[in-house]
C-alpha cells in the first residue's frame, strides 16, 4: 500500500510539475545538449520541403532548417524531420513535439497572437490560386459558378476559399480533405472541378498529376499568404535565432556572398560584410551561437537566393520566377534588417 | 479461588484501526483522493502551461465565426455568419445520420448473412463465408478507400451522368435523386401514410395478443402493407397527384435541382455497413448455433416450417445471446465513423477536431468535447441496447 501511493505521488508529482523545467533551460540549450534539432516540416510539397527515395529532405523550408542546424551545430545533417499536415503542426508545435515549424504555413493575426505562437519572419511571400483542367475552357475564377472545389482542411485556404465565394456572391461546393495527397488525388480524379492551394503548392502538386500540362492555373490570386517559419511562445532566444537565421541568408545574397566565394569573401574589407561573417564584432555571440555563423550557414546551405534556385526556382522543376520573392534592391519584397 | 470474569473482547470496539469496515472505506478513500488530485493536478497543469504560452483557453470560442463551408449539411450553415458552435452540430449530425443509417442497414445485412452462413444451400453459406473471411480481415481504413477511389470515382463527371429509372442521376459527384415538392392537398398524403404506419403498428400488436388468447392468426404483413403503401397511393390518386418532383439538371459544371447524396457519404455508409455486418454475421451465427439442435427438431416435429421455425424458435432464443455482442458492433460502427477524416467525409471529426481545431487552435477543449460526445453516444446506445436486452432476457419463474 504504502509503496503503491509513494508512486501514485510520484506519477501526481510529475504531471503537476512537467513543464515547469521544460522553461527554465532555453531550446537552443536544450537542441545542443540533445545534437539535434526536431523540425517540423510539410508531408511532401516539393520544392519547399519533400524526401527523396532515400529519405533525404529538400526545399526551401527544409533549408531553413538545415540553415539552423548549420550554425548551431556546423552541420547542416543534424537536423530531424518531422512531416507534419496542416491540420496537426500547430499542435506538434505547441506540445513541443518539434523544436520549430517551417512548413508553408500563412502569418495570420489570429495564428500569431492566439496559438501561444511567434512567426520568425516571412520565407516565401505567395499566394492563393486555382487549377482546373484546361478541357473546361474557362479563363478566371470568376467563371468557377457552381464549381466543387477541393481544398486541404485545417487551411487558411479553405477560410479564402469561402471568402472568395461569398465576395463574388458565387454558389460553390468544397469537398475538404486531410491531406494534401488526398485532397490532389480526388481532384485528379474529377471528384472536383478545381483545386486551390497557395500558388507555389499549385505549380509543386501539378507535377504530381499524371499529365500536368491538362492542368492550368488561373491568373486570380484571391490572398496574401506571407509563409515563414514558426516557434512557440516564451523563449526570445531561439526566436532571435530562427529570425536572425532567414536574415542572414537574406544579407548573405545583397552582400554578395555566396557558397563558392565566399573564402575571397572572408577577405573582404567590406565592413558589412566583415561583420556578417563575423570577421569583425560579436554578433554570433549575442545569440548564443559562434561569430563565425553565418560562414557556416554559407558553406553548407548557401544564400537565401542560392537556396531559392535550387529549390523552386530556375534551377528545380518548378521554375518559380522571384517575383515578390526577389530582394527589396531588385524590386521585391525580401527585405532583412541589418547586422550591427 | 475466585476467578475474575473476563469480558470477550470486541475487536470492533478494541481498535478502530483494526475494524475491517473502517479500513475498507479508508482504502476507498484513499484511492478516491489519489486519483482525485491526479485528475486536478492535470487540468491545472494544463490550463497553467496554456497560460504561460499563451495559448487562448476556454470555450469562448463556441460564439465565434466559423467563416468556412461545409458540403454535407442537415442544418443551415455557411461561412457568412455561422459560428464554430454551429459546425459542430453540423459535423455531430452527419455523424449520427451515417452511424444511425449503418447500424440499420449492418442489422439486416449482418442477419441475413449470418442466417446464409447456416443455410442448407452450399453455393449460399459458401458465399457467406467467403463475405465473411473477406470483409472482416482488411482493415476497415483500406476498404473505405476502396469504395471511394476503386468503385466511386471512376463515374463518369456530371456531362455525362447514368441516367437511372425514375429521373435518379448517377456522377461522381454522387447521386442525385429527384426532390419530391408538395403541391397543395400533398400533405393530406403524408397525413394518411403516417395514419396507415400506426395502424398498421397497432393492428401488429392487436393480432399477437390475439394470437397469444386464442392462436388465430392473422396476415399482418399484407394488411400493413395496404395501410402504409396502398392507401396512401390511392389518396395520392383521388388527389390529383399532388406530388411533383424537381428533377436534378445540368448547370454548368455541376447538376442543379434534386437531393444530392455525397460519394464520401456514400463510400463511408457502404464501407461501415459491410464490414460491421460481417461481425454480426458471425454474431448472429454464433447466437443460433447456441440453441440446442432439439429445439429446431422439436419444432419440425410440431410441423412449423423452415421459416416458422427460424422466426419463432430459434430467433428469440438466439437473440440472447447475439444482443450483448451486437452492443459492441454498434458501438463499432459509430467510433469506426471517424475514419470519415481519411475520404472527406465532414462528420464531428473532420469538421470539428479537424477545422475548428486548427482555426481556433484550441486542441485541448476540443478534443475534450468531441470524446464526451463520442463517449455519450455509446453510453446512450449502451443503454437502449441494454434496456432491449432485459426484455428479451429469459423471464425465469
Known amino acids: 500500500m504504502n509503496r503503491f501511493v509513494s508512486a501514485a505521488l510520484a506519477v501526481a508529482a510529475t504531471a503537476a510539475f512537467a513543464g515547469g523545467a521544460q522553461a527554465q533551460t532555453g531550446l537552443l540549450a536544450q537542441v545542443k545538449s540533445r545534437g539535434q534539432l526536431i523540425c517540423g516540416v510539410g508531408p511532401g510539397l516539393a520544392g519547399f520541403g519533400i524526401p527523396d527515395a532515400q529519405g533525404n529532405w529538400s526545399g526551401l523550408d527544409v533549408d531553413l532548417c538545415r540553415a539552423i542546424s ?9 537536423v530531424k524531420f518531422i512531416p507534419l499536415s496542416s491540420k496537426d503542426r500547430f499542435t506538434a508545435l505547441q506540445s513541443g513535439e518539434v523544436d520549430l515549424l517551417s512548413r508553408n504555413t500563412t502569418w495570420t493575426m489570429s495564428r500569431d497572437t492566439s496559438l501561444g505562437l511567434n512567426f520568425a519572419g516571412v520565407n516565401y511571400y505567395d499566394g492563393q490560386g486555382f487549377m482546373v483542367r484546361k478541357k473546361l475552357g474557362i479563363d478566371s475564377a470568376l467563371k468557377l459558378a457552381g464549381a466543387s472545389v477541393c481544398t486541404q482542411q485545417g487551411t487558411t485556404t479553405e477560410l479564402n476559399l469561402a471568402d472568395f465565394f461569398r465576395a463574388n456572391k458565387l454558389k460553390y461546393e468544397v469537398v475538404a480533405f486531410a491531406s494534401a495527397d488526398e485532397t490532389i488525388k480526388a481532384y485528379e480524379s474529377g471528384r472536383c472541378d478545381a483545386f486551390t492551394t497557395d500558388a507555389s503548392g499549385l505549380y509543386a502538386e501539378r507535377l504530381k498529376l499524371g499529365v500536368p500540362t491538362d492542368h492550368i492555373v488561373l491568373p486570380e490570386i484571391i490572398s496574401k499568404e506571407p509563409l515563414g517559419p514558426v516557434v512557440r511562445h516564451g523563449d526570445d532566444t531561439w526566436l532571435d535565432i530562427v529570425k536572425w537565421t532567414h536574415f542572414a541568408m537574406l544579407n548573405a545574397e545583397e552582400l ?15 565592413p558589412e560584410i566583415k561583420r556578417l561573417l563575423g570577421t569583425e564584432g560579436k554578433f554570433g555571440e549575442a545569440v548564443g551561437l559562434s561569430n563565425d555563423w553565418v560562414v557556416r550557414i554559407v558553406k553548407h546551405v548557401g544564400n537565401y537566393g542560392e537556396s531559392f534556385e535550387r529549390n523552386v526556382g530556375a534551377n528545380s522543376l518548378l521554375k518559380i520566377a522571384r517575383g515578390q520573392n526577389a530582394l527589396w534592391t531588385k524590386g521585391g519584397l525580401q527585405y532583412a534588417p541589418p547586422i550591427r | 479461588m475466585t ?10 470496539k478494541a481498535s478502530l484501526l ?12 484513499a484511492l478516491l483522493a489519489v486519483v482525485g488530485f491526479l485528475i486536478y493536478s492535470a487540468a491545472s497543469n494544463a490550463i497553467e502551461n496554456l497560460r504561460a504560452q499563451k495559448i487562448a483557453s476556454g470555450f469562448g470560442f463556441w460564439h465565434n465565426a466559423a467563416g468556412f463551408d461545409v458540403n454535407q449539411k442537415l442544418i443551415p450553415f455557411s461561412a457568412s455568419g455561422s459560428t464554430y458552435g454551429q459546425a459542430f452540430w453540423v459535423g455531430l449530425l452527419n455523424t449520427l445520420l451515417v452511424a444511425s443509417i449503418g447500424i440499420v442497414l449492418a442489422t439486416f445485412l449482418g442477419f441475413f448473412v449470418g442466417v446464409a452462413r447456416l443455410s442448407s444451400n452450399w453455393i449460399l453459406a459458401k458465399i457467406a463465408m467467403v463475405y465473411v473471411e473477406v470483409i472482416r480481415n482488411l482493415p476497415l481504413l483500406l476498404q473505405l478507400f476502396f469504395w471511394y477511389n476503386a468503385v466511386l470515382k471512376p463515374l463518369p463527371n456530371p456531362r455525362q451522368s447514368i441516367e437511372l429509372p425514375a429521373g435518379i442521376l448517377l456522377n461522381n459527384r454522387g447521386l442525385y435523386l429527384p426532390d419530391p415538392q408538395l403541391e397543395p392537398g400533398g400533405s393530406l398524403i403524408v397525413l394518411t401514410f403516417l395514419l396507415g404506419l400506426v395502424g398498421a403498428i397497432t393492428f401488429r400488436y392487436w393480432a399477437r395478443k390475439q394470437q397469444e388468447a386464442t392462436g388465430k392468426q392473422y396476415p399482418v404483413g399484407w394488411i400493413a402493407l395496404g395501410l402504409v403503401v396502398v392507401l396512401p397511393f390511392f389518396v395520392y390518386l383521388l388527389m390529383g397527384r399532388p406530388i411533383t418532383f424537381i428533377y436534378p439538371e445540368l448547370a454548368g459544371f455541376n447538376l442543379r435541382g434534386g437531393i444530392q447524396i455525397f460519394p464520401e457519404f456514400v463510400a463511408l455508409l457502404v464501407g461501415l455497413t459491410t464490414y460491421t455486418a460481417a461481425f454480426i454475421a458471425e454474431v448472429v451465427r454464433a447466437g443460433i448455433l447456441a440453441v440446442s439442435k432439439g429445439q429446431s427438431e422439436a419444432a419440425h416435429a410440431l410441423g412449423l416450417r423452415p421459416g416458422a421455425t427460424l422466426k419463432l424458435v430459434v430467433i428469440p432464443q438466439a437473440m440472447r445471446v447475439i444482443i450483448p455482442p451486437l452492443t459492441s458492433n454498434y458501438l463499432n460502427l459509430t467510433k469506426n465513423s471517424s475514419l470519415a477524416v481519411a475520404i472527406g467525409y465532414p462528420d464531428l471529426v473532420q469538421v470539428f477536431t479537424g477545422t475548428v481545431l486548427n ?3 484550441q486542441a485541448v477543449e476540443v478534443v475534450a468535447i468531441t470524446m464526451a460526445v463520442y463517449l455519450t453516444i455509446s453510453l446512450v446506445t449502451s443503454l437502449f441496447m441494454n434496456i432491449y436486452n432485459k426484455r428479451m432476457a429469459l423471464v425465469e419463474r
Open chain 1, 70 to 78: 548549420a550554425a548551431v551545430f556546423n552541420d547542416p545533417a543534424k
Open chain 2, 359 to 361: 482555426q481556433t487552435g
Open chain 2, 3 to 12: 476467578t475474575i470474569p473476563t469480558e470477550p473482547v470486541q475487536p470492533g
Open chain 1, 256 to 270: 554578395g556572398v555566396t557558397k563558392t566565394n565566399l573564402d575571397e569573401m572572408l577577405k573582404s574589407e567590406n
Open chain 2, 18 to 29: 483494526y475494524d475491517p469496515k473502517i479500513r475498507g472505506y479508508v482504502y476507498q478513500l
